[in-house]
């Protein structure tokens, strides 16, 4: 793909470009070797390595990243550590006091009655959380497909 046809190339031509050539018009002489020697500067940088690090130094990429993450092999909350947020310590510590709580004023039978309707909840929660994490997955994997094509104004 050439610059011009990529989202970046549209951008620097369609906005940046005019935008530079208004300043640049409107600049004096005695302005114009400072300018020179900033261009200067930038064109040495753009010349030299391209300094990049997408991974932490010793990480390894990992290349079935995102077929475990839609398989639900990889759980995002594991690095998340939720369990060592505040928050979800103070609600695990009110669920315990709640469920001591029916314990006691409950029979056993409507103990049992009471957990198999909160599994059937917990179930149903998961299967919805996995069609939510499937329609987001999905979107997700579409706005980066139509970030790369580049594609401007143009509905799929």
């Known amino acids: 793909m050439a610059f011009l046809e990529s989202v970046r190339g549209a951008r620097f031509f369609d906005g940046q470009l005019p935008q530079l050539i208004k300043h640049l018009g409107a600049l004096s002489t005695d302005q114009l ?18 300094q990049c690090q997408l991974l932490p130094d010793g990480a390894e990429p990992d290349e079935n990243l995102l077929r475990d993450l839609y398989l639900g092999f990889y759980e995002p909350a594991d690095e998340a550590a939720a369990s060592s947020s505040p928050k979800y310590q103070e609600l ?3 669920l315990k006091a709640a469920e001591e709580n029916l314990r006691k004023q409950l029979s056993p039978g409507a103990m049992e009655a009471v ?4 599994q059937l909840l917990v179930d149903r929660g998961c299967v919805e959380n996995g069609m939510v994490f499937g ?3 999905k979107c997700a994997t579409k706005l980066i497909a139509a970030g790369l094509a580049g594609k401007r104004g143009q509905a799929s």
């Open 33 to 50: 070797p400072k300018l020179t020697k900033a261009i200067d500067g930038v064109t040495a940088a753009l010349r030299g390595p391209v």
């Open 92 to 94: 695990t510590a009110q």
């Open 115 to 118: 957990n198999a309707y909160t």
């Open 135 to 137: 329609a987001g997955f």
